[in-house]
Nanobody, 124 residues
């Protein structure tokens, strides 16, 4: 089993920044990818960013490209999502997820384990 715990969400004004964290623990795969997704009320889960653990390949959703950066601290088994220039439409619950696939996939259905999520609210 893989456990994922997100933190770092909160209330921020438009134009501000937040850094979300996701601690990955448990029995992870020998090679895997970690993704961030978000879901706003009455909307489908949306891809935000993903990368292959211990790799260099990264991918970003169109709505956040240029404003978000995904990174990791291997010593802490933690994945970060730095979000800048936040907009009210970024308001959502943000989830991190792990997939055994070796590519940073944008499809939520390809991810096997999910955290509980952290709420991000951007005020105008």
């Amino acid at each position: 089993q893989v456990q994922l715990v997100e933190s770092g969400g909160g209330l921020v004004q438009a134009g501000g920044s937040l850094r979300l964290s996701c601690v990955v623990s448990g029995r992870t795969f020998s090679s895997y990818a970690v993704g961030w997704f978000r879901q706003a009320p009455s909307k489908e889960r949306e891809f935000v960013a993903a990368f292959r653990w211990s790799g260099t390949e990264r991918s970003y959703g169109d709505s956040v490209k240029g404003r978000c950066t995904i990174s990791s601290d291997n010593a802490k088994n933690t994945v970060y999502l730095q979000m800048n220039s936040l907009k009210p439409e970024d308001t959502a619950v943000y989830y991190c997820a792990v997939t055994a696939a070796t590519r940073p996939l944008p499809s939520a259905t390809m991810y096997d384990y999910w955290g509980q999520g952290t709420q991000v609210t951007v005020s105008s």
